[in-house]
């Protein structure tokens, strides 16, 4: 059970030592090599000097546990892990890039960028939360950039799987976390909130966005407490080009309730990406923080605690996806736009929570520069998205469950694939010609977007009444 | 090496077919029983036989306080389960019983320590219900992990590094680490009268080399089940039970 012993050279388990990558507290990082791997790796070793704090060693184990479950872009691939005799160790992927960490230097920065850097963030808890983790320790030092692009996130050293034993729960009195990026329910304890993750990526882009940070860096328990009943300056106060939605956006992040947050990551980042159609409150116009005494009367009333404690309670993955609306508006029968209605109603009824957004597609017959005034000089765009609304009208829905996009693209199949992968939809909805003599002529986009969507995707089709089947190809057209 | 472990089978004849069958597609090197063979269920002389064909070749079998009852007194028991041993005696030949008769209350291997409730006084049959009775029944013993049945709801217990015993409830399929350096105990669910909502059959898997438990759940003829109960004219409530789960 040592970590000191490890120096340059060394072999474990086939594995050769290299440099030096990183000292932390908990660990030290090694780059390593392996005759069998020719990807970078490297070697996580927990630091278990005598009288260490026990979280380094429990942290770890909770490493172990956890990391080689995750797949996919945004966590470090795991390769191998060692028991602690005679040696703890994890190889994972080591993530070529830098951490978020480099940009502290540079604040504050431009809100779009913030935005987007805040968005890619999102997408990348998303798909930790959907494989059944909370990250809990959310911070620029452990969210690293892909080359392409993609927000990877390490160190699961504070994590809570929902299907594992939480070994940390049990041994610690005390909150486990970096004091700036805290969400006040994970301040009292609560582990499996998945939207704690939401608040510290909303400490992020406040500090990100302002150069301050919201709630200081605490060094007490009390200090940590401070942020159930006392909210922060609003970021347009510190920065006054900082435009409304973003702002709205920051502190419904900061929310003290869970339940007052976004539902799921992805509404989040959809929010980040879509800032046209988020839905202002009086969040947006805040000009500073709640007076000392409605701060003061919260503390004491308690009625904070109770509610952050209620709220995390919910439980919310499943129950808040993104739908989607794709609507062909050139030729689609009132009967068909009428049974999608019918369709996206029943889904968007049986979870509250959703959101629905409506697409079109403008489909170019190729790329051109001048492409969005037709032959009457009337704007396409304002057209499709008035009949995007006529058709959402009816469904009753408030203006933040609901948005409009207009997409152009001379495929309209990829565009819509690529718009459900971006955003991290749920269940697509999109309708069928009928016409079959053009389906076969166009190619069937539903058809295309639902052999390849990574979601659920619903057909729907008009029943062709009064004829049979044989014949009801010819009798349509 | 992968270990099957299957305790609380309770003359379930349909649960526990359902659960060798499936355990036959999951390379088992060595099967663990884990105790109440009988009692409650209508086929107690079925699952015994088939109990003493596993061990013939090579499994192994610890007591529980059901198969206990069999030779000894129903003194402790609530009535249903009494009624139950009674008739349950009828049913079984004089191998059958001496058979049950002749099992050991624990079984320790490299560290593991098979049982069929508490380990402390394995014949008092305590149960594990909770950290402070798991953490006494780690406290005592001397093995690195307990495996055991009786209560009839899957759990997991673990000492951590202050001491400090946490509780899991396994999430079927999901396969739980056991690292070697912590104190593990195991509480298996049933297989023959599961108690903690779900009715399926329910029994675990041990890898001893990856240090990995996981849970299965198995659907069975509960009908079956149910009506040999009612025809043999024991308890209705032995019968309804199985459809719930509690
Ligand atoms: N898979 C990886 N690929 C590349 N770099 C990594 C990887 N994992 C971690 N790092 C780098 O090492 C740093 C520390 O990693 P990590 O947070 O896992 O260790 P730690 O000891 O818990 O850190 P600390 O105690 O400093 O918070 C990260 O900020 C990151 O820069």
Redesign the interface.
């Known amino acids: 059970m040592k970590a000191q012993g490890l120096e340059q050279g060394a072999v474990i388990d086939g594995y050769t030592i290299g440099q030096r990558l990183h000292q932390g507290g908990m660990a030290t990082i090694w780059s390593v090599t392996h005759p069998d791997i020719s990807s970078p790796i490297l070697m996580k070793v927990p630091n278990l000097f005598e009288g260490e704090d026990p979280a380094a060693i429990v942290s770890f184990e909770m490493e172990q546990m956890i990391l080689p479950r995750l797949v996919g872009p945004h966590v470090p691939h795991f390769h191998a892990a060692g028991d602690f005799q005679p040696q703890a160790y994890i190889v994972m992927e080591r993530v070529e890039g830098q951490s978020l960490l480099g940009m502290i230097n540079d604040l504050p920065l431009p809100v779009d960028q913030v935005a987007a850097l805040g968005a890619d963030i999102a997408t990348a808890l998303d798909d930790l939360h959907g494989q059944h983790v909370v990250h809990l320790d959310v911070k620029p030092s452990n969210l690293m950039r892909r080359p392409d692009g993609r927000i990877v996130l390490v160190d699961f050293g504070l994590s809570r799987h929902d299907q594992l034993p939480d070994l940390m729960a049990e041994e610690f009195r005390l909150p486990y976390g970096t004091a700036p990026y805290m969400a006040p329910e994970q301040v009292l304890g609560i582990r499996n909130e998945p939207r704690a993750d939401l608040f510290a990526l909303g400490v992020l882009m406040y500090f990100f966005a302002t150069g301050t940070r919201p709630f200081g860096d605490p060094q007490s328990l009390n200090g940590l407490k401070r942020r159930i009943w006392r909210d922060p300056v609003p970021p347009r106060t510190l920065r006054p080009d900082i435009p409304p939605w973003f702002q709205e956006l920051v502190l419904r992040c900061l929310e003290v309730d869970p339940d007052a947050r976004h539902p799921t990551a992805a509404q989040l980042a959809f929010d980040l990406r879509h800032p046209e159609g988020v839905r202002l409150t009086q969040r947006a116009t805040k000009k500073k923080a709640d007076g000392f005494f409605t701060a003061l009367r919260r503390r004491f009333a308690g009625e904070r605690v109770r509610q952050v404690r209620r709220g995390a309670q919910s439980n919310y993955i499943s129950s808040a996806p993104i739908i989607l609306l794709a609507l062909d508006l050139s030729g689609a029968s009132d009967d068909l736009t009428d049974g999608l209605r019918q369709t996206v109603a029943r889904l968007l009824r049986a979870a509250p929570a959703s959101r629905l957004a409506c697409l079109n597609v403008l489909k170019l017959a190729r790329l051109a520069i001048d492409r969005s005034v037709d032959d009457l000089g009337q704007n396409k765009h304002a057209q499709r998205l008035g009949a995007l609304k006529r058709w959402a009208a009816p469904l009753n829905l408030s203006e933040d469950r609901l948005t409009y996009h207009i997409l152009e693209a001379v495929d309209p199949a990829a565009a819509i694939l690529d718009y459900v992968a971006r955003n991290r939809v749920d269940h697509v909805v999109i309708g069928a010609r009928a016409d079959s003599t053009l389906r076969t002529l166009l190619g069937s986009v539903s058809a295309q977007v639902a052999a390849h969507a990574p979601c659920t995707v619903t057909i729907v089709r008009n029943r062709a009444f009064g004829q049979d089947e044989g014949a009801a190809s010819a009798a349509v057209s | 090496m992968r270990l099957a472990l299957m305790a609380d089978i309770h003359a379930n004849r349909e649960a526990f077919d359902a659960c060798l069958e499936h355990a036959a597609g999951q390379r088992i090197d060595q099967y663990m029983l884990l105790g109440d063979y009988v009692g409650y269920g209508a086929d107690p002389g079925y699952v015994v036989d088939r109990i003493m064909d596993l061990c013939a070749k090579g499994a192994d079998a610890v007591i529980g306080n059901h198969d206990a009852a069999i030779s000894g007194d129903t003194r402790g028991m609530n009535p249903i389960a009494a009624t139950a041993i009674g008739w349950t005696r009828d049913q079984l030949n004089q191998t059958h019983q001496e058979f049950l008769g002749g099992l050991p209350y624990s079984i320790d291997t490299d560290g593991r320590l098979f049982v069929h409730a508490e380990a402390t006084d394995p014949p008092r049959f305590g149960y594990i219900t909770n950290t402070e009775s798991a953490a006494r029944d780690l406290h005592e013993s001397q093995a690195n992990a307990v495996f055991c049945g009786h209560v009839h709801m899957p759990a ?1 217990y ?1 000492i ?3 001491e ?3 509780r ?1 409830v396994p ?1 079927t399929g ?1 396969p ?2 056991l ?4 104190r593990w105990l195991v509480v298996l669910g049933s297989v023959g009268q599961p108690r903690d909502g779900n009715p399926d059959a329910c029994y675990g898997i041990l890898d001893t080399v990856k240090c990995e438990i996981i849970f299965h759940r198995v659907a069975y003829d509960i009908e079956a089940a149910a009506q040999k109960i009612l025809a043999a004219g024991l308890p209705d409530f032995l019968a309804t039970r199985l459809f719930i789960g509690r």
């Open positions: 997991i673990g951590t590094a202050t400090k015993v946490m899991h999430v999901v739980v680490p690292p070697r350096h912590r």
